[in-house]
Nanobody, 120 residues
Framework: HVQLVESGGGSVQAGGSLRLSCETS????????MYWFRQAPGKEREAVAAYAPDGGTNYADSVRGRFTLSKDYAKNTLHLQMDSLKPDDTAMYYCASDQILRTCYSGAYYWGQGTQVTVS
């Protein structure tokens, strides 16, 4: 079983910051594309950011310039630094990995359990 364990969610005021973390296995971390998705009540699931095995990153237009991905290779942990948070960022945030080796956006993903982010 692929494990993706999120942490770092919480409640902050608008303009504040949070750092989300996603710990997984070394195999997933080094060889598969990884993502952060989010879903707010009544809204569609949205891909927030992606980190490719070669180090390339992509961000949704809604978060570009405010959110930043990074990797801690010692801990097999993907981080999402979220700055200048807005109420519209309120959502459940899910870490995910692609199911296909060295492939991004295959459409087949493994999912973590999620961590709640609330911005007031």
């Amino acid at each position: 079983h692929v494990q993706l364990v999120e942490s770092g969610g919480g409640s902050v005021q608008a303009g504040g910051s949070l750092r989300l973390s996603c710990e997984t296995s070394q195999d997933i971390f080094r060889s598969y594309c990884m993502y952060w998705f989010r879903q707010a009540p009544g809204k569609e699931r949205e891909a927030v950011a992606a980190y490719a095995p070669d180090g390339g990153t992509n961000y949704a237009d809604s978060v570009r310039g405010r959110f930043t991905l990074s990797k801690d290779y010692a801990k097999n942990t993907l981080h999402l630094q979220m700055d200048s948070l807005k109420p519209d960022d309120t959502a459940m945030y899910y870490c995910a990995s692609d199911q296909i080796l060295r492939t991004c956006y295959s459409g087949a993903y493994y999912w973590g359990q999620g961590t709640q982010v609330t911005v007031s």
